[in-house]
């Protein structure tokens, strides 16, 4: 994942027109993900998340998982977001990567955005009670809100505070290492 994380943010910052689609060229933005089933197949616990997300007082790009829209529809949430909150369709790989590495912060349930995030040096809020990362936690550059969505507020947000990459989880040196003993056995 750091690998491919280190050859393709600068792709992704020479292609991508992501920003500039949605605005956000010099605007500071919170990134929301949502995507597992323990957020989204539960209707009092995504309720609660999106009246949460509701009240923030920031701007906030929310690339919306097909599974999440069509829950976010059958609840009748999508228009009551507010109009800090741009929804978009899912992006691409490169898309995500720079809305990650612009956002302020992260808001997420997904493990692997957790890890590009860090590496990308931008805090993240995990939207779930456990994380497969302790170590992003204890590091500082995670938060984990547990069940009580009422924790989202926009200071929070704001306070999130940037911690550099550790190499916890490699040096994006793996796919070298790889090839290099690979080439050893033949």
Excluded at 40 to 49: A, F, M, S
Excluded at 84 to 93: I, K, N, R
Aim: with cysteine.
């Amino acid at each position: 994942m750091r690998d491919a994380q280190l050859q393709f943010f600068p792709v992704a910052q020479r292609q991508s027109s992501i920003l500039k689609q949605v605005g956000l060229e010099r605007r500071p933005y919170a990134l929301l993900t949502v995507h597992r089933p323990e957020t989204v197949d539960c209707n009092e616990r995504l309720e609660q998340l999106m009246a949460a997300i509701a009240r923030l007082d920031v701007r906030i790009v929310f690339p919306v998982h097909p599974r999440t829209r069509n829950r976010l529809g059958d609840l009748g949430l999508l228009g009551s977001l507010g109009s800090h909150v741009t929804v978009l369709p899912p992006v691409g790989y490169l898309d995500m990567l720079l809305l990650q590495g612009r956002a302020r912060v992260v808001m997420t349930d997904s493990g692997g955005v957790q890890r590009e995030a860090h590496y990308l040096s931008v805090p993240t809020i995990i939207l779930r009670k456990e994380t497969e990362w302790p170590e992003l936690v204890e590091a500082g550059a995670s938060r984990l809100v547990g069940e009580d969505f009422t924790q989202l507020n926009t200071e929070l947000l704001l306070s999130a505070r940037t911690v550099p990459p550790c190499t916890l989880f490699g040096s994006g040196e793996a796919s070298r290492k790889i090839a290099r003993l690979l080439n050893g056995l033949a």
